[in-house]
């Protein structure tokens, strides 16, 4: 369940902007703030069963806009690619280091340092 949670979050943190107001209100409702389908169609006075189609729309247009770019997947991919990259800079600037070799070192910890910056935004 916790799988399905982050998946969904992320899929609404790429595409939520896509969805109508309503919608990204009950989506976040759920799956964000984690109230039961109850408690939202208590705080807006409707059917438990409307806040479920209200959600079940909003997941579907969610994950066919993932299916159709594959940005989150992408996204993944990269950054396991920039944490490759820092930990390769990290250890030619090891390496650069033993060597006594002060140029190769400091070109090493420059990219490790810009992958650091790219993996925090």
Request: charged share 35%; hydrophobic share 40%.
């Amino acid at each position: 369940m916790k799988n399905q949670a982050y998946r969904m979050s992320m899929l609404f943190d790429f595409y939520g902007d896509v969805l109508t107001d309503r919608q990204k209100e009950f989506y976040d409702l759920y799956y964000n703030e984690d109230l039961s389908l109850g408690e939202i169609a208590e705080n807006y006075g409707i059917t438990r069963q409307g806040v479920r189609d209200v959600i079940v729309r909003a997941e579907a247009v969610l994950t066919e806009l993932e299916d159709k770019t594959g940005l989150i997947k992408r996204f993944h991919t990269m950054r396991a690619q920039l944490e490759q990259l820092r930990e390769d800079a990290r250890h030619a600037a090891e390496l650069a280091g033993r060597e006594d070799n002060e140029d190769l070192e400091s070109f090493a910890l420059l990219v490790r340092d810009a992958a650091d910056t790219l993996l925090k935004e």
